[in-house]
């Protein structure tokens, strides 16, 4: 059967919002052949030349060491080997340095959420860096390792394959420190990772059954090797397995040797429980080879149902509502399982999702969170953003703090939390700063044509239907002209404020609810 949408939502849903090129793009070639390419992205980022262009004005003043910095910065440096960006741990670099390359990953993301072809990898990204949260904000190491994990490990598999996925993510220096695994070792195992793997990466809290049985033989199904879910037995067991998982750090390892400082994962024998364990209800025999017990561990996890279900429902979450559709996800569950060893498991997934009658009535089942907002609003009102501290920070303080939340549970996916009287406050000063170039981020060329129109009514019927797609209810134009102090009938192109009062319509179009959602 033909997949048949409505253009502006695939946008809204799949994109960050549309712009006038991605609509004549969709019109063009039709939602059926849009799709199939932002399913199948080249490897390349579109987006370097621009983010090469862009520079960052860094400024500090460091006592310890003693420094002093007042220079514009290249955000390329995002493209460096972790191993240049982990000297910036040495003692002799000024914090600032090491926490520039989260600001420079963060905005390389507000670059690319407006400005790449690709924006079902985009939005993927994003979900999957909130799925596999680390915080960069609180740790130098971590925003040391930030460049690398959002490069080689979230952006290459987020239309991949998930087993794939979770190696990189377990081996990669911003995971290993985030969750203190490089440290855990034989008689001393870490349980931090094992636990997040466990509750937040695969099966998942649902599936944490506890509170009913505390020995692995109790659990349904374990006697016959399909266990329904994972008691806290399984999460120590799968800790000992990934004993002697760690990074290059200096660390000593015995014998007056030290591991190199280079960030790189790396597996130390010594630091592993090699004695016998049982994870999920699979034995595992003692004395395996190097770093086989924790690839069972994630071959176990990722291929269990419950991650299935999990994982899937999470996608349905960001892609569609809040409000499960339990023949969708089961749908998707259906083809995730089928296809946990191809190339593009999550792309099918994606695909089974959209596809869905609950995909197709579910335009504004989801309240933009403010990345999305902002990105959406900027590609509405053709603004051609670029990335500056004072954009970032309004981002930060609006509530979705990039590669800065500190729980391992990532942002909130739901609606109510993005919908608090201080949260829509922040909403509509990150609309109006950007109307108005607050932070020297980019002009609106909407605002133009907006600004030449003759009436306050034609005005406003230009600037909504710029950001929306369509004209203004009587209720709108009512309550938009009437806050202004404007009626419909008033002179426009000629008043010496045209261009100011343009941009505050398009501001104002945007803080209504239709745009507001997806």
């Not at 008689?187 to 094992?194: F, P």
Request: proline residues 6%; charged residues 25%.
């Amino acid at each position: 059967m033909a997949f048949e949408v409505d253009p502006r939502l695939l946008l809204d849903k799949l994109a960050f919002g549309p712009s006038s090129s991605s609509l004549h793009e969709v019109a063009k070639i039709g939602v059926e052949a849009w799709l199939a390419q932002q399913l199948k992205p080249p490897a390349e980022d579109d987006c370097t030349g621009r983010i090469a262009s862009t520079r960052w004005h860094l400024k500090y003043v460091s006592k310890m060491p003693a420094a002093e910095v007042d220079e514009d910065r290249a955000l390329d440096v995002i493209a460096e080997p972790i191993e240049q960006h982990w000297t910036t741990l040495d003692k002799e670099t000024p914090y600032q340095e090491r926490l520039f390359l989260r600001t420079a990953v963060a905005a390389a993301t507000l670059i690319r959420a407006v400005h790449s072809r690709w924006q079902l990898r985009e939005m993927l990204v994003d979900f999957w860096h909130n799925h596999f949260n680390v915080n960069a904000a609180g740790d130098g190491a971590v925003a040391a390792a930030l460049p690398a994990y959002d490069r080689d490990v979230i952006r290459r598999h987020a239309l991949g394959n998930f087993r794939e996925m979770l190696e990189d993510v377990a081996t990669s220096a911003a995971m290993q420190v985030y969750l203190n695994n490089r440290s855990s070792r034989g008689g001393a195992a870490n349980e931090n990772y094992a636990r997040e793997l466990f509750e937040l990466h695969t099966l998942g809290r649902p599936a944490y059954l506890n509170a009913l049985y505390n020995k692995w033989r109790q659990v349904p199904g374990a006697t016959d090797g399909r266990p329904q879910g994972y008691i806290d037995q399984d999460v120590y067991e799968a800790a000992r397995a990934f004993t002697g998982w760690s990074i290059e750090d200096g660390a000593g390892i015995g014998m007056g040797r030290r591991l190199p400082t280079t960030g790189k994962f790396t597996y130390v024998e010594t630091w592993h429980d090699n004695y016998q364990k049982r994870v999920l209800a699979a034995e595992f025999d003692p004395y395996q080879s190097p770093l086989a017990d924790g690839r069972r561990v994630l071959d176990l996890v990722a291929d269990h149902p419950a991650t299935a279900r999990y994982l899937c429902g999470k996608l349905f979450c960001r892609l569609v509502a809040d409000t499960p559709d339990e023949s969708t996800i089961a749908a998707a569950v259906k083809v995730w399982r089928e296809t946990r060893r191809a190339p593009d498991q999550i792309a099918r997934t994606i695909e089974a999702i959209v596809r869905s009658d609950a995909f197709r009535r579910s335009a504004g089942a989801k309240v933009k969170r403010p990345l999305e907002l902002y990105a959406s609003f900027a590609r509405a009102a053709a603004i051609d953003v670029v990335s500056t501290p004072g954009l970032l920070g309004e981002l930060d303080g609006s509530g979705q703090r990039l590669f800065g939340w500190g729980p391992p549970t990532g942002h909130p996916d739901e609606n109510d939390y993005w919908l608090s009287s201080n949260m829509m406050r922040r909403r509509w000063s990150l609309l109006l700063g950007l109307a108005d170039d607050a932070w020297k981020a980019g002009v609106s060329e909407a605002a133009l044509t907006v600004a030449e129109q003759p009436s306050a009514g034609a005005a406003l019927y230009a600037a909504y239907r710029q950001i929306l797609g369509g004209g203004p209810s009587p209720e709108v134009t009512i309550g938009i002209l009437g806050g202004m102090g404007l009626k419909p009938d008033t002179p426009f192109h000629s008043r010496k404020d045209a261009p100011a009062l343009a941009k505050r319509l398009l501001a104002y179009c945007a803080m209504t609810p239709a745009f507001q959602t997806r």
